[in-house]
């Protein structure tokens, strides 16, 4: 590793191992941050009795936290600190439970969490049967002209697989226009009627540029099923919610963060979600930090809109940069691929998978990378396969001081194994959803075969390498619980109960780590967020659970007790309210 890249992996505290330089900054900061506490203006908050993971590696636990306003202002023993409150103290005791920084979710769609919570779910079905009745007694509950929207469903684990169809739901939703998402977002199933809205037939339209529309090969007959570029076809023709209906789902998402201990999210946000997060913000209604990532492809038009919201945000709402694709997903088989996926078709129109439409022309794409790396805003971009993220990695290489903006790849789910190293190298963040290997694990050896897939998911060796590796969920692909997350990435356990790639599982604090420290890195934040030290924001959650030390089983089954956020308490459990 040469020098540059060992001070990348020193700074960002990445590895969990040789991390002296890092404890010795902490410190210096925890100092600071006493000093700045040193008058006698009692906290407004302490918890006693805990079980306390500062996220400070080799750090010993600790017992009682106090916190001023919104700050922590002292960290000790129960005795120590409970002798700092006076009658206007909130006290909570946390009775021996285990506390952890607050957690974060390095990558989610928060507003259309929200909306998923309201719609269809057809995750749970498994098989084609049960997927038809769940959309026979959702239509029955719409209102005339509503769509019937949602889905989020997979067939990978049914015994027949087979992509659905349009002639599946037809029968039982006559005048109902219908349009389904897969669970990863990249492929959707509409019916007839929302076919015809969108004018798709058997005589066109062609394919889009980074989609495709999936065809009966003899008929021409399109199936229903939508990917990716192709999918816009039929969702520029649902009606938009409003913003009260956009807020109230903004508002949903984080009660339901909120209950796991979740007080930050990388959002990956639709333009028009700013107004929503900047309402919420003014409102003093934010229960978690938003640091968006803005999904649209015109980078220079977007920008002015961006920085004229820019002067009103702050830690708990930040504008970053902007979020780009440059491909699909390895489930709907858009992912792009070096070779091609070993389940292809002989005569399969993309059997490498597919670039995204703005990625299709890789030099003006590159162009746009460099344009906002040059205005100082931090990218996210989707890259799914492994030619996608070599790809991305020659751009991010290709920018001058490229480390200074913290680029980051999201999902960075298959790899070729000359690219891991890359990471640290360039200095990229590795922002990666755990949970997505227990949905991928039951099909991605057929997708691409066994040794292709030895570098899938690669958790171990990233963080080895001394990249900043960052975990989410993708909700709402993926329910936002970050246990589950954590356990996958510890144990590699797929949908199906099999243990897929152990290899490349880490430790269980290591996750805990990817969920709190990593991401305050990832979002400039470091010296505010992310462990539990004196001076730092006083994001924290009691979990009901002590997960460095449970089963597996009690570990997915966890949930907080009392999430703190910004010195205030956002969430309490039944039992914890008093």
């Not at 409970?82 to 206007?88: D, E, G, H, Q, S």
């Not at 990388?266 to 409102?283: N, R």
């Not at 078709?345 to 439409?357: F, I, R, V």
Request: aromatic fraction near 6%; include cysteine; charged fraction near 25%.
């Amino acid at each position: 590793m040469d020098s540059r890249n060992e001070r990348i992996r020193f700074k960002v505290v990445a590895a969990m191992v040789a991390m002296s330089c890092a404890i010795g900054a902490s410190a210096a900061r925890g100092q600071e941050g006493e000093e700045a506490f040193s008058s006698n203006i009692p906290p407004t908050v302490v918890i006693v009795n805990a079980r306390v993971w500062s996220g400070i590696p080799n750090a010993p636990e600790l017992e009682a936290i106090a916190i001023t306003k919104n700050r922590i202002s002292a960290v000790g023993t129960s005795q120590e600190i409970a002798a700092l409150a006076n009658n206007l103290t909130r006290v909570i005791d946390a009775g021996g439970r285990r506390v952890v920084p607050g957690i974060t979710d390095s990558h989610t769609h928060i507003i259309g969490t929200g909306l998923q919570l309201q719609r269809i779910y057809l995750r749970n079905a498994s098989n084609q049967q049960e997927f038809v009745e769940l959309i026979t007694a959702a239509v029955t509950k719409l209102s005339p002209g509503q769509w019937l929207l949602g889905g989020r469903y997979s067939v990978d684990s049914w015994e027949d697989p087979s992509p659905p169809r349009k002639e599946w739901i037809d029968p039982v939703t006559q005048g109902v226009p219908v349009f389904l998402s897969r669970m990863d977002g990249h492929q959707g199933l509409a019916n007839s009627m929302a076919l015809k809205i969108a004018g798709i037939d058997r005589d066109g339209p062609a394919d889009p540029p980074g989609g495709e529309i999936v065809r009966d090969p003899a008929t021409n007959e399109p199936t229903g099923v939508l990917k990716d570029g192709a999918m816009g076809l039929v969702q520029k023709r649902i009606p938009k919610e409003d913003n009260k209906a956009r807020l109230r789902a903004l508002q949903l998402a984080m009660q339901s963060m909120n209950a796991w201990g979740i007080t930050s999210v990388h959002d990956m946000s639709q333009p028009s979600d700013l107004s929503i997060f900047l309402t919420a913000h003014q409102k003093d209604a934010l229960t978690v930090r938003i640091r968006s990532y803005v999904q649209d492809p015109d980078f220079k038009k977007q920008l002015p809109k961006m920085q004229a919201i820019i002067p009103m945000t702050d830690d708990r709402f930040r504008i970053a940069g902007f979020k780009a694709y440059m491909d699909g997903s390895l489930g709907s088989r858009t992912a792009w691929m070096k070779r091609p996926y070993t389940d292809a078709e002989p005569d399969a129109k993309n059997p490498h998978g597919l670039h995204s439409g703005h990625a299709s022309d890789l030099e003006t794409f590159a162009a746009d990378i460099r344009w906002a790396h040059d205005r100082n805003m931090q990218m996210a971009v989707h890259a799914i396969g492994d030619q996608a993220n070599h790809e991305i990695l020659d751009i991010y290489e290709s920018l001058p001081n490229a480390s200074e903006r913290r680029h980051r790849i999201e999902h960075c789910q298959h790899l070729l194994p000359d690219d891991i190293e890359r990471f640290a190298k360039i200095g990229v963040i590795a922002s990666m959803q755990p949970y997505h290997k227990a949905d991928d694990g039951r099909y991605a050896e057929t997708a691409i075969g066994r040794m292709r897939a030895r570098t899938s998911y690669a958790f171990k060796d990233l963080i080895k390498s001394g990249a900043v590796v960052c975990f989410g969920s993708d909700t709402p692909v993926v329910a936002a619980n970050p246990f589950e997350g954590m356990m996958t990435a510890r144990r590699g356990e797929t949908l199906d109960g099999e243990v897929w790639i152990p290899g490349q599982s880490i430790s269980l604090e290591q996750a805990v780590f990817c969920y709190t420290v990593a991401p305050s890195y990832a979002a400039f934040m470091e010296d505010r967020l992310g462990t539990i030290q004196v001076g730092k924001l006083a994001d924290i959650a009691i979990l009901d659970t002590d997960i460095l030390s449970a089963t597996s089983e009690q570990i997915r089954r966890t949930e907080s007790y009392i999430t703190i956020m910004d010195g205030k308490i956002v969430w309490q459990a039944p039992t914890s309210a008093k």
